[in-house]
């Protein structure tokens, strides 16, 4: 377990945790967009992909030299007709499609600035073939005495008029001590 000392200019916290779980509880996209074909548009995208709930960030202590930390996204990526993950997203909806999103872990390495209260995206940990609907993003806010972690990018999505590229903001609270 590594303890952090953080000073700002109106509060002082020490020997504080902040690494483990941290579960989503709020996704708002820039503009209502309809994903599960309801014919219902929301900014929530919690009310249009129900897997979002499953959604969590694992933030570890690191033990690569220079890095402070990794961090395990789990986020869900689109499936077709029950085929293979991350192999793309077609050009075209149409009504016999099988869509599904599934839980897909993506894991970088970062540092944390505790002085700017963000978590710094480094190097993928696994480099693969895989088409990723999400744009994993550069950089985390965070706050390290409320632990709520804060990720701003987007991600692509088929809908009825094609694919679209949603930005959103998610924000998720810490939970537990892995």
């Known amino acids: ?4 000392n953080n000073c ?7 020997n504080y945790d902040v690494f483990g779980k941290y579960v989503l509880y ?4 820039e503009y209502a967009v309809d994903i599960n074909f309801d014919n219902k548009k929301n900014i929530s995208l919690l009310e249009e992909i129900e897997s979002l709930k499953n959604s969590a960030i694992y933030l570890y202590e690191g033990i690569k030299p220079g890095y402070s ?3 395990d996204l789990l986020s869900p990526e689109v499936c077709f007709n029950n ?9 075209v909806y149409t009504e016999d499609l099988i869509i599904q999103y599934l839980p897909v872990s993506i894991q970088y390495y970062v540092s944390i600035d505790f ?5 710094i995206s480094e190097n993928k940990k ?3 073939n895989s ?3 999400l744009d994993f993003p550069n950089y985390f806010e965070f706050d390290p005495i409320t632990k709520i972690i804060v990720m701003s990018t987007k991600q692509r999505f088929l809908t009825k008029e094609g694919i679209i590229t949603v930005p959103f903001i998610a924000k998720f609270k810490y939970e537990s001590i892995l």
């Not at 700002?8 to 020490?14: A, H, I, M, T, W």
């Not at 085929?83 to 050009?91: A, C, K, Y």
């Not at 002085?115 to 978590?119: A, F, L, R, S």
């Open 115 to 119: 002085k700017e209260q963000i978590i």
């Open 26 to 29: 709020e996704i708002n996209s």
């Open 69 to 71: 930390s990794d961090i």
């Open 126 to 128: 696994n480099i693969d």
């Open 8 to 14: 700002s200019d109106d509060k002082s916290v020490n």
């Open 83 to 91: 085929s293979d993950l991350l192999t793309g997203i077609p050009d």
């Open 1 to 4: 377990m590594v303890l952090f």
């Open 131 to 133: 088409i990723y609907t």
